[in-house]
């Protein structure tokens, strides 16, 4: 469809064509926890979003693309200006990309055919033609996708309720002393209701931070300084023991 204002009404879930696409700029929006009866994929064009969801949170670059399957409750929240493509599909009629929820990696290719569908008129007939064409490789690049490990269990024990998820989580001590619970509680907590050490996923949440700074231009002495590395080299060792790669070249091999 032609560029949507942030004031122009828009309900995927009223649409008669099986798939629907819509383009958009915002500043400093949050959605508040909604769903769709259509699954959505997401992609920020420019700048960066954070989706929050049942349990969990992510932040999704310009390098990603969310796959939020139908009914699933999410919220969207931009902190600054963002450029974004949704393409929503009735699952019904259109096999789901991927199974279950997930980060994806967006591929040149894949970043040019979301441009055509989120720009297509809405009455646009997906089931002949050109346009058939266009649909079936945005599918299959979608489903030849890298799953990217971008989401982070979040735990909802409310002792963590001060636990600041927008600023580097402080170290295990420190939260201990903030929360007024002890080490060995805040560990069964995040064992429990995450699957991990708090170390684990205070590193986990470094990595995710990390990658969604870099993707929006931050340099990598930024994002040390930022994440509380000593230095760049200690960061760039922490991301490729997590990644495997370098910062470089991990948004290199996935852009």
């Given at each position: 469809m032609p560029w949507l204002a942030p004031s122009d009404p828009f309900d995927p879930d009223q649409q008669a064509a099986p798939v629907s696409g819509i383009a958009s700029r915002l500043v400093r929006h949050?959605?508040?926890l909604h769903s769709h009866q259509r699954g959505q994929l997401l992609f920020a064009h420019a700048g960066s979003i954070r989706i929050v969801l049942p349990g969990?949170?992510?932040m999704l670059p310009p390098i990603r693309?969310?796959?939020i399957p139908p009914a699933t409750p999410h919220r969207v929240l931009i902190r600054?200006?963002?450029e974004y493509r949704s393409i929503y599909l009735d699952t019904s009629r259109i096999p789901p990309p991927t199974e279950g929820l997930a980060i994806l990696s967006m591929?040149?290719?894949l970043r040019e055919v979301f441009e055509r569908i989120s720009h297509a008129p809405l009455e646009t007939d997906w089931e002949k033609?050109?346009?058939a064409n266009l649909l079936a490789v945005c599918l299959d690049e979608l489903r030849a996708a890298h799953r990217?490990?971008?989401l982070l269990p979040v735990p909802s024990d409310a002792r963590l309720s001060r636990l600041n998820l927008e600023a580097l989580p402080p170290e295990l001590t420190g939260l201990a002393e903030a929360v007024g619970a002890s080490t060995r509680t805040i560990t069964r907590i995040f064992r429990r209701e995450t699957g991990m050490s708090y170390q684990s996923w205070r590193q986990s949440w470094r990595l995710l931070k990390a990658v969604d700074l870099l993707a929006s231009g931050e340099s990598v002495s930024g994002v040390a300084s930022e994440l509380g590395f000593a230095s760049d080299s200690a960061f760039i060792a922490f991301f490729r023991q997590m990644t495997g790669e370098t910062p470089g070249r991990y948004l290199r091999g996935r852009s």
């Open positions: 949050d959605s508040g969990m949170m992510s693309v969310a796959w600054g200006e963002v591929t040149a290719l033609g050109v346009e990217e490990p971008m």
